[in-house]
């Protein structure tokens, strides 16, 4: 007797047949354990399903295709229904959604928030960017460091009156939450030999009355380049490129004498108003200049402590706050909207 010829067409609809029959099922579970013999029933090694698959070989390789992708559609479509199902009843199980509650898959979904670069980063990395293209390297300082490289090792030894400026949070150990980013100047003299061309990003503290202009935490950007017959004119020229770089417009610089115990002589850099182009506004009170860093050429002292002959080598020395070239940058009023935790003010970048 010869075998019977398999009938495609009927497969098929015994394979439609086992989704029409299985899917209401599912949709009623109530259980795990009702969800589980269910599984074993359309899934199982012993299920119509798998009856037959195993009769795939009997059929010619056009027809197996056909009916081996359907069957695989509807096992795809019933493992899904039984995953839900199991995650769905263990949700409940552990209490985490009443057994009340139906999840329907036609909701909207809520829009993910997606997270951003604080603007001070961004800033620090434009930052980075430019003076490493102008060939400095890039040190992170410490955020906690002794006296010695806060204070002595720039020229402010013990007792130093000058020390009161830096209003310093002390650790009960001595250690000092840094005051500014030349706590890193030492290091950096002792480790590269000249030509030095290094800037410091990183952050600040002070132990002082916050205001519009003043945070208690905040960044420093700390600039050193020591090598032979180094002039102020060479710190002027390497700001001014920075800024023009950094705002995106041409600025004019100028130095004013100040006095910082670890450079002579010392000064304040301004450059002109970023908000009017030096015409005069509020901001830089009609002026048409904004005082935006300490700067100076390093002390003999310090470039000594720091393993530099200072008859052979000169060098200069900065220190801008971040904060504030990001606040004349986007025009921001003050500086504790950047620490505030205001998603508002900080989705605006
Ligand atoms: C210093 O900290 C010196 N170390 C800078 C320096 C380095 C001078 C090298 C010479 C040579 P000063 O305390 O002025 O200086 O701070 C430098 C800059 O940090 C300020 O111009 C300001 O932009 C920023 N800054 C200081 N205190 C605060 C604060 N509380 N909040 C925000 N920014 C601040």
């Not at 949070?169 to 290094?198: C, Y």
């Not at 506004?281 to 200049?289: A, D, F, I, S, Y």
Request: with cysteine.
């Amino acid at each position: 007797m010869s075998a019977s010829k398999p009938d495609l067409q009927k497969t098929l609809d015994d394979v439609k047949n086992l989704i029409d029959t299985a899917k209401p099922l599912l949709e009623k579970v109530t259980t795990l354990e009702e969800n589980e013999t269910l599984r074993v029933q359309f899934l199982g090694r012993k299920s119509k399903l798998t009856d037959i698959l195993r009769t795939l070989k009997e059929f010619s390789d056009e027809d197996r295709v056909i009916i081996g992708s359907e069957a695989n559609k509807i096992k795809t479509q019933l493992s899904e229904m039984v995953e839900n199902n199991s995650v769905r009843l263990l949700k409940i199980k552990h209490n985490r959604i009443s057994d009340k509650e139906k999840i329907d898959v036609t909701l909207p979904v809520y829009e993910p928030q997606i997270g951003h670069i604080h603007p001070v980063t961004q800033m620090q990395w434009k930052t980075e960017d430019i003076f490493q293209k102008m060939g400095f390297d890039i040190v992170y300082p410490y955020e906690i460091d002794d006296d010695y490289h806060n204070f002595t090792a720039v020229n402010l030894p013990e007792g130093h009156p000058a020390r009161d400026n830096w209003d310093t949070f002390w650790t009960e150990d001595g250690q000092i939450a840094i005051t500014h980013t030349s706590s890193m100047q030492n290091r950096i003299l002792k480790e590269f030999k000249p030509p030095i061309r290094v800037i410091v990003p990183g952050r600040c503290f002070r132990h002082e009355a916050t205001d519009a202009r003043h945070e208690h935490t905040f960044t420093q950007v700390e600039g050193v380049y020591v090598d032979k017959n180094v002039t102020l004119n060479n710190m002027l020229a390497t700001l001014k490129t920075f800024f023009s770089e950094f705002y995106e417009k041409e600025v004019e610089v100028k130095f004013t004498p100040d006095f910082f115990p670890f450079v002579e002589p010392g000064g304040m850099m301004s450059l002109t108003c970023i908000l009017c182009d030096g015409k005069g506004c509020n901001v830089c009170k009609n002026t048409g200049w904004l005082e935006i860093l300490g700067c100076g050429m390093i002390h003999p002292n310090v470039l000594k402590m720091g393993g530099i002959d200072s008859d052979v080598y000169s060098g200069f020395a900065w220190g801008f706050g971040l904060e504030r070239l990001v606040m004349l940058k986007y025009n921001i009023e003050d500086i504790r909207h950047f620490y505030s935790g205001k998603f508002d003010f900080l989705k605006q970048f």
